[in-house]
């Protein structure tokens, strides 16, 4: 089963539901709105994939406004890490092998 966040958060006027902002909330309290489809980069998109959120970054990082949802945030992070974590081991795997050497 998949959860869709974007059902959650209604979106424009006379919209209706829990994450409906009502009238005079002026963006405080009220449910963001999210993005109807990954290529919508104008909204974060609530309950995004890994692939949608590192493709999704890839095409806004030169954008320096709006905003990321929170899975968009994360997933990115763990796309990062990842990325860093091959060449510290590669790093550590060396200093390893050249501490060996010089202490022939």
Do not use: C
């Amino acid at each position: 089963m998949s959860y869709d966040a974007n059902n959650a958060y209604p979106a424009g006027p006379g919209a209706t539901g829990p994450g409906a902002m009502g009238p005079g909330a002026g963006g405080f309290g009220g449910q963001p709105r999210g993005a109807a489809s990954p290529e919508d980069l104008s909204l974060p998109l609530y309950g995004a994939s890994f692939g949608q959120a590192v493709k999704r970054f890839f095409k806004k990082y030169t954008h320096f406004s709006g905003r990321a949802s929170r899975s968009e945030f994360w997933w990115m992070a763990l796309f990062a890490f990842l990325v860093q974590l091959i060449p510290m081991i590669l790093i550590t795997v060396g200093a390893i092998m050249a501490a060996s050497v010089l202490r022939r």
